[in-house]
């Protein structure tokens, strides 16, 4: 018989439960709680990312299905659907936001050195958007066509390790674009996108902040700025390549 721990709980190992504690202390996150503690609703949670669980029920089922092991996961609370339901409504996201970002700020601490094909010691940020899905007569408020609702996430990937460094929920209808009023620039890195991000008012915001990006130009380009595609438009003007 296996005497040893449970890999989940070898991997969990790994994490600064003290800052957990911190983050559920600090928005007071076990306030009431009488079972179902914060860190039961984590463990479920990143127990069902890890094993790529697809819905509450299948978390519930699978967990149940080992419910002797659950202790020994770190798991003291009940599982149940209803409550896991509960928990993710009602509990504040900040703590696993704050989490999760100190969590991404030790993975870029591991992966700064690391070799990713470009001779480059400044960061290298990648942002993109993925749409996700919804039904509408499930989430009425996900509004994106007339039969079918979304959302998007957009994220900003550190290239070193492609580490998360910022990721934003918007509505379906939201254009990727607009995302960068949101990111706050770093100087001297650079910012690799794609064409759907080609809005000059932002890229020349981009510049100021002593930041730099490269993209590859729209087709039309050239009505806009004078200039046919296959020249070059000055990186210290634009920074943008020829498709």
Not at 58 to 85: F, N, P, W
Not at 95 to 102: E, G, L, T
Not at 118 to 125: F, G, H, I, K, S
Not at 211 to 229: C, L, M
Request: hydrophobic content about 40%; overall charge positive; aromatic content about 12%.
């Amino acid at each position: 018989m296996n005497t040893g721990k449970t890999i989940f709980s070898q991997v969990i190992e790994h994490l600064p439960m003290h800052t957990f504690r911190k983050c559920v202390k600090r928005y007071r996150g076990n306030y009431k709680v009488q079972s179902f503690s914060c860190l039961d609703q984590f463990l479920c949670m990143a127990f069902a990312q890890l094993t790529h669980r697809e819905s509450l029920h299948d978390i519930e089922v699978c967990l149940l299905a080992q419910q002797t092991k659950l202790y020994h996961m770190g798991i003291r609370g009940k599982v149940s659907r209803s409550t896991l339901a509960d928990a993710n409504e009602n509990r504040d996201w900040r703590i696993y936001a704050d989490f999760a970002q100190s969590l991404i700020h030790t993975a870029r601490e591991l992966y700064q050195n690391e070799d990713f094909g470009v001779d480059l010691q400044q960061t290298v940020y990648a942002p993109d958007a993925t749409t996700i899905d919804l039904c509408l007569s499930v989430f009425p408020w996900a509004k994106f066509r007339k039969a079918k609702g979304a959302v998007k996430l957009h994220t900003l990937l550190d290239l070193r390790g492609n580490i998360p460094t910022f990721m934003q929920i918007s509505d379906g209808k939201m254009h990727i674009v607009k995302v960068l009023d949101e990111i706050i620039p770093e100087p001297g890195s650079f910012y690799v996108m794609d064409r759907a991000y080609l809005d000059f008012a932002r890229l020349y915001l981009l510049s100021q902040n002593g930041a730099f990006f490269v993209t590859r130009a729209k087709s039309t380009i050239s009505d806009s700025v004078g200039f046919t595609p296959d020249r070059w438009i000055s990186p210290a003007v634009y920074g943008v390549i020829k498709p």
